[in-house]
C-alpha cells in the first residue's frame, strides 16, 4: 500500500473514529475530572470497554500476522521517569484547558475555537522540548521501552487474560443498579 | 425505535471506536496516537512519515467529530472568550511539553498503550493522574 492509499484510508478511519468519540462524548480530562470529584462511573465504564476490546484485539492480532501483535508505544526514552513527569505535564495543561488530546479535537469538530488555541499553543511546547531540551536528554537517558510481559517475565496471553478478566469484573460490578 | 437507541448509547458508541482501533491495526498495520502526531506542526515527520499518517488521522478525527456534531445538532460554532484565553495557551503549550518529554497522552495511554501492555504507557498514566490531580486541587479545590 504506498502512503498516500495509507493516509486515505487512515483519514476514513480518522472520521469513524471521530464520529464515535462526538456521540460517546469521551473525553478523558472531563472523565478524570469526573473521577476527581467522585462521580467517575461513566468514563470508568467506558475504559473498561475500550480495554477489554482492543487488549483482545491486539493479542489475538499476533495470532493472525507476526508482523501485528504487542509493541511498545512510544520509542522515545524509552521507560521511566520521563513518562511520569510527561504524564505530569499532559494532566496537569489537559485540566487546565478542559479537553485530552481526543477531547480537543472533538471540540473543534465540534465548533468550540477555543480549542484551536490550545491546538495552536501545543507549538511552542513541543518545540521547547524537541529543539532545546532533546539534545540534552538524549545525552543522559536512554532505556529501551519495553512491554510488561518482558518485564515480569510472564507471558503475554497470561497478562491479558487476567486484566481482561479484571476489567470485566470491574465493569459488571460499575453496572449493577443501585437497589 | 428501542434497536436504534441501543445503538447510541456511550459503551456501544466507544465499543465502535476500540473495535475501528483494532480494525485499523489489522488492515493497515498502523493504530491510533494521539501526542506524536502534532510533530509533523513542528516540522518532524518521524520514521516512515508515521506522525505525517498519524496527523492526517486525527484531521480526520475533528472532520468525524463535525459529521457527529452536524448529524446530532449538536454543532455551535463557538469563538473563544478572552477570559479563556490564559488556561487555553498555558494548557496547549503544557500538553505541547508533555506529549514530547516521552510519549504518553492520555488517549494514547489508556486507549492503545496499556492494551498493547507498553510499561510506559503505564507510567504516563500515573503520572497524567497526577498532574490532573495537582490542578484540580489548584483551580477547583483548595486544599
Redo the contacts between chains.
Sequence with gaps: ?N?TT??A??????????????????C??HG??EI?IGKGK?IC???A???I???A??LI?GY??P??G???????????F?????????????????G???GT???????????????????????????G??PLLEKNYNIH?????D?LGVA?PF??GTLIMGALIWLLILMRRKS | MRTRRSFTKPLVLVSGFAFLNVAMYLLIHRFWIGGSSFLPMIGIGGPENKFIFAFIVNMGVIAGAALGALTSGEFRFRLPSVADLPKAILGGILIGIGVTLAPGTCTTSFVTGMPMLSVSSFLSGAGIFIGGYIVFRIIWRKP
Design positions: 500500500m502512503f495509507l493516509v484510508v487512515g483519514f476514513l478511519f480518522g472520521i469513524g473514529f471521530g464520529y464515535f468519540v462526538q456521540r460517546a462524548g469521551l478523558f480530562a478524570l475530572g476527581f461513566r465504564r467506558m475504559f470497554v475500550i480495554f476490546i482492543t487488549a484485539g491486539f492480532s493472525i500476522s508482523e501485528l504487542l509493541k511498545t508505544i512510544g520509542q522515545l526514552r524509552g521507560f521511566g520521563y513518562n511520569l513527569l510527561s504524564g505530569i505535564f499532559f494532566g496537569a495543561g489537559i485540566f487546565l484547558n478542559g485530552c488530546i481526543l479535537l472533538r471540540q473543534i469538530g465540534e465548533g468550540n475555537m477555543t480549542f484551536i488555541v490550545v491546538f495552536v499553543s501545543m507549538i511552542p511546547g513541543m518545540a521547547l522540548v524537541v529543539y531540551l532533546n521501552n519495553v512491554l510488561l510481559p518485564l503475554a497478562i491479558t
